[in-house]
């Protein structure tokens, strides 16, 4: 009895040092069989529901994870029409031919930062079936994986990465160039 009290106490003294912490809360998790398209998307989406406002939308590449930078601002509500605190959330992206692993940071208030990673992850699985209205309660239509033949992975370039066989060339004419 001793023993559960002083660890149920030593729990409950962890969480409390956490919360009044000003550090970022940081979590990650995976989703098997997601696209970074999918994954992307479903990141925006679910920051929008959890009433961010997206600043920055930077999409995966080889060798470079993607990011969904986001901000909320409390208050200037009609009761308290003052200026609140502000929100941030940062989710890195990176995929490979298994799925998608997510990255995030949550800063501000202390009950915002503890919560975020449960409900950002709830989010992110809403948007991922809302991509899907066909496959309700399944979750995302997984991507098949073939299990023989050929798979051939095409990687567009940025439209900095200069393009060797025709610089300039595709810019503005609809073509997109990949590796």
């Known amino acids: ?14 969480a409390a040092c956490t919360a009044l912490s000003n550090e970022p809360v940081t979590f990650q998790f995976e989703e098997p069989r ?24 930077v999409p995966a590449i080889e060798g470079e994870p993607g990011r969904v930078t986001a901000v909320r601002q409390t208050g200037w509500t009609a009761a308290d029409p003052r200026a609140g605190e502000r929100l941030e959330a940062s989710i890195e992206l990176s995929c490979d031919d298994a799925g998608a692993s997510l990255a995030g940071v949550a800063a501000g208030s202390a009950g915002d930062r503890l919560r975020f990673p449960g409900e950002f992850e709830s989010a992110f699985r809403e948007a991922l079936a809302a991509q899907h209205p066909g496959a309700r309660g399944k979750g995302v239509r997984p991507r098949a994986i073939p299990e023989k033949g050929l798979s051939v992975r095409l990687i567009p370039l940025r439209p900095e990465d200069e393009v060797p066989w025709a610089p300039g060339a595709a810019a503005g004419v609809g073509l997109v160039a990949v590796r």
């Open 1 to 14: 009895m001793l023993r559960s009290l002083l660890i149920a106490t030593s729990s409950l003294a962890f």
């Open 34 to 57: 997601v696209t970074c398209t999918q994954a992307l998307r479903a990141s925006g989406m679910a920051l929008r529901k959890l009433g961010y406002t997206v600043e920055d939308v």
